[in-house]
């Protein structure tokens, strides 16, 4: 029953996707670098491990939710029979529209979301109503590190964490300034121990090769520019050269 049940939600959820598609115009390909070599770039998505772990997750709390409304209403139906009659039909909604509406989302957000790592930088994207992409520069990495939940344990997943420090923090009480720490989530992959050794190599490249991009032979003027800064002059001269080239 459960299987059958999946099943069609499953065809649902295509139809429902191929609408939203067509409507928001949703990319079907993944982010690109434009600064960056092909051969450089590595795009991927969740495992599908994640995709199980966001159900499962959707499931429990559905078992709970619904749990109270139905409960809740039978209480009712007990208590003042007529009055139950007539909230039948409106608990049912209650408890259905909500979870296919959150079943839908589930999905949306696993088959949305891409990750693309670069020589240089990563870039994250997901949405679908608004599609919002992340771009860290390698430079501004101060820590990489793995979490790993118990049930995301149980689904063979884990979670790539990546700290930047950014422009614009706050300030101690004893009056001292202090960056602000933005972070990139990569979620729900297998080989996040591979990935993070990967993003580790090239923020060593990149700090090794320096602002100046000594190892191109062609010395970008770091003076005066900020890392940031520099990450977009260098994407602006690599697309000119591809454009020349």
């Given at each position: 029953m459960n299987?059958?049940?999946?099943?069609?939600?499953?065809s649902l959820y295509?139809?429902?996707?191929?609408?939203?598609?067509?409507?928001?115009?949703?990319?079907a390909e993944p982010p690109t670098l434009p600064a960056e070599r092909p051969e450089d770039i590595k795009s991927f998505r969740p495992a599908a491990g994640f995709l199980r772990y966001l159900k499962f997750m959707f499931w429990l709390v559905l078992v709970i939710v619904d749990g109270t409304i139905l409960v809740a209403?039978?209480?009712?139906?007990?208590?003042?029979?007529?009055?139950g009659v007539l909230l039948a039909v409106p608990a049912a909604i209650a408890a259905v529209a909500p979870d296919i509406?959150?079943?839908v989302a589930i999905h949306l957000r696993y088959d949305t979301t891409w990750y693309v790592i670069g020589r240089r930088s990563l870039r994250i994207r997901r949405?679908?109503?608004?599609?919002?992409?992340?771009?860290?520069?390698?430079?501004?990495?101060?820590?990489?590190?793995?979490?790993?939940?118990?049930?995301?344990?149980?689904?063979?997943?884990a979670d790539l964490v990546v700290e930047t420090a950014g422009g614009g923090g706050g300030v101690h009480g004893k009056g001292e300034a202090t960056?602000?720490?933005?972070?990139?989530?990569?979620?729900?992959?297998?080989?996040?121990?591979?990935?993070?050794?990967?993003i580790l190599g090239r923020l060593r490249?990149?700090?090794?090769?320096?602002?100046?991009?000594?190892?191109?032979?062609?010395?970008?003027p770091s003076a005066g520019f900020s890392a940031e800064q520099l990450a977009v002059l260098r994407e602006i001269r690599d697309t000119a050269r591809q454009l020349v080239g």
């Open positions: 299987r059958r049940v999946e099943a069609a939600a499953e295509a139809q429902v996707w191929r609408i939203l598609v067509l409507w928001f115009k949703v990319p209403w039978l209480v009712i139906l007990i208590a003042v029979p007529w009055l509406l959150a079943y949405g679908i109503w608004i599609i919002k992409e992340t771009t860290i520069t390698f430079e501004n990495v101060q820590n990489i590190h793995i979490t790993q939940g118990p049930l995301q344990r149980y689904f063979g997943i960056l602000a720490t933005h972070v990139g989530m990569i979620e729900g992959i297998v080989n996040a121990e591979e990935l993070r050794t990967l490249q990149v700090k090794t090769v320096g602002l100046g991009d000594e190892a191109d032979g062609d010395q970008f």
